[in-house]
């Protein structure tokens, strides 16, 4: 069973630049959350998508976005990127979600510099 | 804010010592879950532990859980080189597993 993949692996843009990062779920998985590391702020819980439904989501400002295909695929969207958007973006999947008492199965990872 | 914070941040020790992990939270909890990084890859799972339960077993790998104390420790025995990492206590509240901020273990040959 394949894992969760993520592209890119790395990313390089500009400030004001946007940016959008896919990841394609573990198969059979509803579930996908997105977290930002840095750091200093440590592991940041983004959103959650089930179902294609955001199903929860963290503090982060509206530039933040996200979406989640009919094939369980998720997209996040980053508008108007700032020099503090420099980390790394990780995606998870599971079965049922969190809250759940699952388990989060990561992808390995996109690498976004914002000069 | 952080809602698991581990402790120590970092740990350097001996192959075959044990490393110990620490972790606090601040609210009830459904579960809570340890994770290993290697070098700013993706995390790993490694041992889940529900609340209603006091201590867990994995290999070599050993969770406690106190509810009343709101901690949990990671013990890890006879180490070996390839434990080095950051690992991640997450708490499982409000349907957010939450992440604390890491302990990178350096294990020496």
């Known amino acids: 069973k394949a894992g969760v993949t993520q592209t890119p692996r790395y990313l390089i843009k500009t400030r004001g630049q946007q940016v959008t990062l896919s990841c394609s779920p573990i198969?059979?998985?509803?579930?996908v959350s997105w977290y930002q590391q840095t750091p200093g702020q440590g592991l940041q819980f983004l959103f959650e998508?089930?179902?294609?439904?955001?199903?929860n989501k963290g503090n982060f400002p509206g530039r933040f976005s996200g979406r989640q295909f009919s094939n369980s695929r998720s997209e996040m969207n980053v508008s108007t990127l700032e020099l503090g958007d420099s980390a790394l973006y990780l995606c998870a999947s599971s079965l049922e979600g969190q809250g759940e008492g699952e388990k989060l199965f990561f992808g390995s990872g996109t690498q976004l510099s914002v000069l | 804010s952080q809602q698991g914070e581990e402790d120590p941040q970092a740990l350097s020790i001996q192959e075959g010592e044990n490393a110990t992990m620490n972790c606090s939270y601040k609210?009830?909890?459904?579960?809570l879950q340890w994770y290993r990084q290697n070098s700013g890859r993706g995390l790993v799972h490694l041992i889940l532990i529900r609340s209603n339960e006091r201590e867990k077993h994995s290999g070599r790998l050993r969770v406690t859980l106190d509810t009343s104390k709101k901690s949990s420790s990671l013990l890890i025995t006879a180490s070996r080189a390839a434990d080095t990492a950051s690992y991640f206590c997450a708490v499982d509240s409000s349907y957010k597993l939450i992440f604390g901020s890491g302990t990178r273990l350096l294990v020496r040959p």
């Open positions: 998508y089930f179902s294609e439904t955001q199903r």
């Open positions: 198969s059979g998985h509803r579930s």
């Open positions: 609210t009830s909890i459904n579960n």
